[in-house]
């Protein structure tokens, strides 16, 4: 009796136990049922997605693989040459460089090199021991007005501002640049402590907004930008005319990303979409811009001041040249951005289908100093997409004399491509300002990643310019870069972009292409 007691005890405890566990299934079953009753009948009733109205709760699915599919084709799908705006094979390059470690790559090249479009360097029989030429050249920035020339690196940080870029990003670009020796371009948001801190150099940025040196009308004051420009760290100052990404726009801030600190910083209300003008108030035409960097110059205690620019109405840079040559003022360097140039935020159809692209526009920006006799005064840097050497001996063989790198030094940074630049939602904490994700980007791993990539850069760079049997980058002509133009022709880059004769466009007869732009063209208005 006792035994068959302790038999049904055991067999009770044991039913017990497993009811126990069989409940708590069923009841979180039953939750996921009655949710999915609540979704489906809502989808059913709203008005916005008819996709939702007609297939209720697996409609869903459709933006479930929309989410994931820039993920699913980055990693599993899209070759090393496939990838958008920077393929796999030069993002790998810069995160090797970057972080150090071998470099080389297996078995030959993955480009196709009877494509229509390949470009090559011609090398020379008589090349050079590379590390018998100087690893570190710099070009000495600041013309014949200047009295604080500045020697700069040939690769250096182009802009991006503070707002478009976390703190900590930029920390970590200047830390590099201080390491490295190069000099880190502020973009137009202005001079933060984040810039100042790590003591490396800086060219200020000075945009349609001038941020950092407005009035509390958003013009330009004398008085904040003599104060800043005359700080150590600040060696050159440049006027923004225009951006590859967006020219003749102006910049974007989302609101999202205009933080207090940030808004302190421009001069601007936190929580606002800031929309830089399009145009400048402080000139309003080629004569009144060569006063205004004349001023400039003045207040900064005479640093190297230049303008930058996507190349437009190509009338308008001839003007610009015009009044140099009226004035007797010139800027120290012009910088040419491309309009394949990155952004963190702009509308898709400036991004795509406006602005000369960089190196027709650095060919003619560099071909009218020439023509005007203004290049011997004037430094060129040229500014977009370098990730490495070769990418800078095309741009230097063109004209350039120095070579920006945003996009490669965001890649160095930790970039993954994953394209949340504008939503404030950067895995990486690169762009955006939410504390949860750019405390992940450690300042000090990063500093040292952006000088890494710049070291290995440069030295790539004059790997190469030994190759071709030369000695400084100075040397590098248009007919060492070569370009598959058919299936069947080739043409070096002085065929495609022909040399302009010193001071043809000083006096008459003008070459046949500048006739009606020299025409066109008046120092007083553009």
């Known amino acids: 009796m006792r035994n068959r007691f302790y038999l049904l005890a055991t067999l009770s405890l044991i039913l017990s136990s497993a009811l126990t566990w069989l409940w708590f299934p069923a009841v979180w079953l039953l939750v ?17 997605h008819t996709i939702l109205r007609n297939y209720p709760v697996g409609g869903h699915a459709r933006w479930i693989m929309e989410w994931l599919r820039p993920m699913i084709h980055q990693y599993l799908v899209e070759s090393d040459m496939d990838g958008t705006p920077v393929n796999r094979m030069f993002r790998s390059v810069v995160y090797r460089r970057a972080k150090g470690v071998q470099d080389t790559v297996p078995l030959g090249t993955e480009m196709d090199t009877y494509r229509i479009g390949y470009e090559w360097m011609d090398h020379s029989l008589m090349a050079l021991r590379a590390d018998e030429l100087d690893q570190d050249p710099r070009v000495v920035v600041g013309g014949p007005n200047c009295k604080q020339p500045y020697s700069a690196s040939i690769l250096n940080i182009s802009a991006m501002s503070y707002g478009a870029l976390s703190k900590h990003a930029i920390s970590a670009l200047n830390g590099g640049a201080k390491m ?27 945009g349609t907004g001038y941020f950092g040196c407005r009035n ?26 225009s951006q590859g990404a967006k020219p003749g726009h102006g910049g974007i801030l989302p609101a999202i990303k ?50 930058k620019l996507c190349l437009g109405q190509k009338s308008e840079f001839i003007a610009l040249c015009k009044a140099m040559v009226e004035t007797g003022i010139k800027p120290d360097f012009i910088t040419v951005d491309g309009g394949e140039g ?50 800078m001996v095309r741009l230097l063989a063109q004209g350039a004399d120095l070579c920006n790198s945003a996009r490669g030094m965001m890649i160095a940074l930790g970039c993954i491509q994953s ?21 992940g980007l450690v300042v000090t791993d990063k500093t040292l990643r952006v000088a890494n990539f710049h070291r290995q850069t440069v030295k ?20 060492h870069i070569q370009r598959r ?10 065929e495609i972009y022909p040399s302009m004769a010193l001071g043809c466009l000083l006096q008459e007869p003008y070459p046949e292409f500048f006739t009606t732009l020299m025409q066109t063209a008046q120092a007083e208005k553009f």
């Open 32 to 48: 996921a049922v009655v949710c999915i009753v609540i979704l489906g009948i809502y989808d059913i009733t709203q008005h916005k």
């Open 180 to 206: 490295g020796g190069f000099v880190h371009n502020t973009g137009e948001g202005g001079l933060s402590h984040h810039h100042l801190e790590p003591g490396g150099d800086l060219i200020w940025q000075i």
């Open 216 to 241: 509390e009308k958003g013009l330009f004051s004398e008085h904040l930008f003599e104060k800043k420009a005359t700080l150590t760290n600040v060696k050159m100052i440049e006027i923004k005319l």
């Open 258 to 307: 205009n933080t207090p600190e940030i808004a302190k910083i421009r001069g601007v209300q936190p929580y606002t979409q800031v929309d830089s003008p399009p145009t400048h108030s402080a000139f309003t035409t080629p004569l009144e811009m060569m006063q205004f960097i004349h001023l400039l110059r003045k207040l900064s205690g005479g640093k190297p001041v230049g303008f």
């Open 342 to 391: 990155g952004s963190g935020a702009a509308p898709l159809e400036y991004t795509n289908s406006v602005g000369t692209p960089l190196r027709e526009g650095l060919a003619f920006v560099v071909d009218c100093l020439i023509g005007f006799d203004l290049k011997k005064d004037i430094r060129i840097i040229a500014s977009g997409r370098i990730f490495t050497g070769f990418h």
């Open 419 to 439: 394209m949340e630049c504008n939503r404030n939602t950067c895995p990486t904490g690169v762009t955006t300002q939410n504390p949860a994700l750019y405390k």
């Open 460 to 479: 790539s760079a004059v790997d190469l310019i030994s190759a071709a049997g030369l000695t400084t980058t100075d040397q590098l002509k248009r007919h």
């Open 485 to 494: 133009v058919s299936a069947e022709k080739i043409r070096c880059y002085d």
